[in-house]
């Protein structure tokens, strides 16, 4: 997501004080600058809490009731109850006394220190009997302890130990709805200095892609545009422009994939390709989507969209009068710098490792994720034959910073996501850095490296099958993922069997 900057009337590229817009994305500066923190700028400023997928600003404990349950009192259920009890030697035998007591049997139990009360210890236990017990024995329970909830489900009970410090983020990718409509800046709100500002068409025309943006929803086909000559004359400069650059200083994996961008999704210089295209294409290629954005989002929230291998991606195109020139990511930089790229197995997976580290990251854990995503995906560089390569979108799709980061004006260090997540961001000219990798494979590893040094109660898994984040932080959810990977491990030995019986090995 950067600026093409070129000198007008000059074949010269210079760089030009003005912000570039990846740059003003994962820039605290930037924000400050609006009265904005980087992560929390949202309509709502209450802080959120993680609560199993659903934004929530209460307990997560079901609320005490002394009605009776409404089934049927000999029929035996599941049900459980959460008590607190003072933390000391044989608490917890005095409380399963209750339990034999009323003839309760346990199926499950766990423990954790109380928030409420710093010197006791909260039990839930997860019961098999009859309505009619389970009534009684809180009855019991009530004269021997402090009773917190009941018919509480585990998931929930274990998510509250920990929701005070992680945020809120989607379980399921129906709810990236909510991360990418809280959009920070609209791409119809322009600052004084863009060059759409004082052309009220233009500005009309901005305010219509925000509100297709806004009214999208997962799972809807993306709307097509129509858009103007105007729009198609810019986006052919730019292509053709571009285009030019690519042959010698694009990676192999972008130059690969161009071609079948232009056979499948109408990259020309006079189409401006799809969305809804697009995001066809790489689901077949990668398992990446793409879905319509009005404008800036959160690093969190634009890192969360890549756990789920979904790009948010801009349909406005740049001013007209300055087509090698933007101020804020449009189409251009997403469908020429972006969209090759997510179509490569390697690439898409390394971005959403990226994504899934962010999850339930602190705010600091977040922007060093944002920063490492900002010298990789958005000005990265590669080794290929000997020679360096860009693969960051910011630079394939910037005239003026390709040239500058291939050449020997450029510094260039080797990524490492330990000092990386530390470098400045500049936000008024080309880097200071840039940063290089043998491949995608070994960036993803040091990623992957890195994202154990965050601090987080728990591990997440990505589930294809239903498009969701299962939480790895008790037996039972690693048991899941371990026979999930059983399976697969099944079918590899079979086919290595089957090489070695048809092959003679």
């Known amino acids: ?21 990846a740059m003003m994305m994962f820039s605290s500066k930037y924000w400050t600058r609006r009265g904005l923190s980087l992560d929390s700028a949202m309509f709502d400023r209450q ?66 220190g109380s928030k409420r009360i710093p010197d006791e210890v909260e039990i839930f236990a997860d019961c098999n009997c009859s309505k009619k017990q389970f009534n009684e024995l809180l009855q019991h329970l009530k004269d021997h302890v402090n009773i917190v909830s009941f018919n509480t489900p585990a998931h929930v009970w274990s998510a509250e130990a920990d929701e005070e410090d992680v945020p809120w983020f989607p379980m399921k990718i129906s709810e990236l709805d909510q991360c990418s409509h809280r959009v920070l800046m609209y791409g119809s709100e322009l600052d004084a200095d863009h060059p759409g500002f004082k052309d009220d068409v233009y500005r009309q025309r901005r305010k219509y892609f925000v509100e297709v943006a806004m009214n999208y929803k997962f799972g809807q086909p993306i709307p097509q545009i129509e858009y103007t000559p105007e729009e198609v004359r810019t986006w052919g400069v730019v292509f053709r422009e571009l285009t030019k650059l690519y042959p010698t200083h694009a990676c192999q994996e972008y130059l690969k994939n161009l071609p079948l961008l232009t056979k499948h999704c109408g990259y020309r210089e006079d189409n401006i390709p799809q969305l809804e295209d697009v995001s066809l294409f ?65 690439f898409a997976q390394f971005s959403q490792e990226i994504g899934l580290a962010s999850l339930g990251a602190s705010d600091d854990d977040v922007q060093k994720l944002a920063t490492c995503y900002f010298f990789t995906i958005e000005f990265g560089l590669c080794k290929q034959e000997g020679q360096l390569k860009a693969y960051g979108a910011g630079l394939l799709s910037s005239i003026g910073e390709l040239r500058h980061a291939l050449s020997d004006q450029a510094c260039v260090r080797m990524f490492d996501p330990k000092t990386t997540c530390n470098q400045e961001c500049l936000i008024t000219t080309f880097q200071d850095v840039y940063f290089v990798s ?38 039972r959810s690693i048991e899941n993922v371990v026979q999930d990977l059983r399976s697969d491990l099944t079918t590899v030995c079979d086919a290595l069997g089957k090489m070695n019986t048809y092959m003679g090995i």
């Open 47 to 112: 802080p959120q809490r993680h609560t199993g997928g659903q934004m929530s600003r209460r307990p997560s404990f079901s609320p005490i009731s002394e009605g009776q349950d409404r089934g049927a009192e000999g029929e035996a259920s599941r049900t459980a109850v959460v008590f607190s009890l003072k933390n000391e030697v044989g608490c917890l035998v005095r409380a399963l006394r209750l339990f034999q007591e009323k003839r309760v049997n346990l199926k499950h139990i766990e423990s954790r």
């Open 282 to 346: 790489l689901r077949e290629r990668s398992g990446f989507t793409v879905r319509p954005v009005a404008g800036y989002l959160s690093p969190r929230d634009f890192l969360a969209g890549l756990a789920y291998r979904v790009f948010n991606c801009t349909q406005y195109v740049r001013h007209s009068t300055d087509p090698l020139y933007t101020p804020e990511p449009d189409t251009c930089h997403e469908l020429l710098g972006h969209v090759p790229l997510l179509a490569d197995p390697k």
């Open 438 to 475: 043998e491949s995608f494979e070994e960036a993803k590893e040091k990623m992957r490296e890195f994202a154990k040094s965050i601090k987080r109660p728990f591990s997440v898994y990505y589930n294809p099958y239903t498009q969701s984040i299962d939480l790895l932080k008790d037996t």
């Open 1 to 21: 997501m950067a600026s093409t900057h070129v000198m007008k009337g000059s074949t010269e590229p210079l760089p030009l004080p003005r912000m570039q817009p």
